[in-house]
């Protein structure tokens, strides 16, 4: 234990690459142009009378669609995306766009909220295309899991949608992970404790060895309070190495653990540290 201890105290500077999720996620809006569409005619909104201005906007449910390089739809209403998707598209048809008209697009990644954005497009008399889509800023392919999308004018909601990115071969249920780490003794949170969750199939005793940013499934670090959230799910059933510790304290490793499929969500975990 105290070899293993020492290499992985040897890591803690490890810089938290799996952070880049959050804060290089960027984010595409545009109206889309097209000439001609295959939507059903049922989909579309009433067009606005000629000559009439716009009161108010309305929206088609949102649907998922694939774009090429060139920003033509190439796939329209997907259900999922497969592993390995660099980029998502959601789009919905509109009636028209008010004067003064403020279009909030809010950004989810299972359940938590990455990337807002806030856009004030041109008034026009005439029902279109919008398009929002969401891509790494590194062109590295987004992580599977559920996203979702929500667009308001205002604080008022105006359309939503959620799609699967991992949609090929079934996506498992993933789960949140978050607790306390405190003092075994005295029961006080410890604060700057770290949780490291590897990617499946990475043997602990070589990352601990010659470990790498990229093996990092999920990172967290607790607060002031000993509180911790992961940043990235943990799917069900999936064996991941874990490793808990903090300066001063004997390291917790779990290795190959997998969630059960009655785990609940958010799981809470209540983890004691012991001083060395």
């Not at 716009?54 to 739809?73: F, R």
């Not at 959601?90 to 299972?110: G, M």
């Not at 093996?215 to 059933?237: E, R, W």
Request: charged share 25%; aromatic share 8%; with cysteine.
């Amino acid at each position: 234990m105290k070899k293993i201890f020492q290499s992985w105290m040897g890591l803690l500077s490890l810089t938290i690459a799996v952070l880049v999720l959050t804060v290089g996620t960027a984010y595409s809006q545009q109206v889309a142009k097209f000439a001609t569409r295959t939507t059903p005619a049922s989909a579309m909104q009433a067009p606005v009378e000629q000559g009439s201005r716009c009161t108010k906007m309305e929206a088609s449910e949102v649907v998922w669609v694939v774009l090429d390089e060139d920003g033509e739809v190439v796939e329209e209403e997907v259900e999922s995306y497969p592993t390995e998707t660099t980029r998502i598209t959601a789009q919905f048809e509109y009636n028209c766009i008010p004067r003064r008209t403020t279009l909030v697009t809010v950004w989810s990644i299972d359940g938590e909220t990455v990337v807002t954005a806030e856009d004030k497009p041109k008034a026009s008399n005439k029902p279109d295309l919008w398009q929002a889509s969401l891509f790494m800023q590194d062109g590295s392919p987004l992580p599977d899991a559920e996203y979702g999308v929500q667009f308001y004018i205002g604080k008022e909601l105006l359309t939503e949608g959620v799609v699967i990115v991992g949609g090929e071969g079934g996506v498992s249920r993933t789960v949140t992970v978050q607790g306390t780490i405190v003092d075994s003794r005295t029961q006080k949170p410890i604060r700057g404790a770290i949780v490291i969750v590897l990617n499946e199939g990475v043997v602990l005793d070589d990352w601990l060895n010659e470990g790498a940013d990229e093996d990092i499934y999920a990172f967290a670090k607790t607060d002031s309070k000993g509180q911790f959230v992961l940043d990235n799910p943990i799917p069900i059933g999936v064996p991941h190495s874990w490793v808990i510790g903090a300066q001063g304290y004997r390291p917790v490793i779990e290795e190959d653990w997998a969630l059960e499929e009655d785990t609940e969500d958010p799981l809470v975990l209540n983890i004691k540290l012991v001083k060395r």
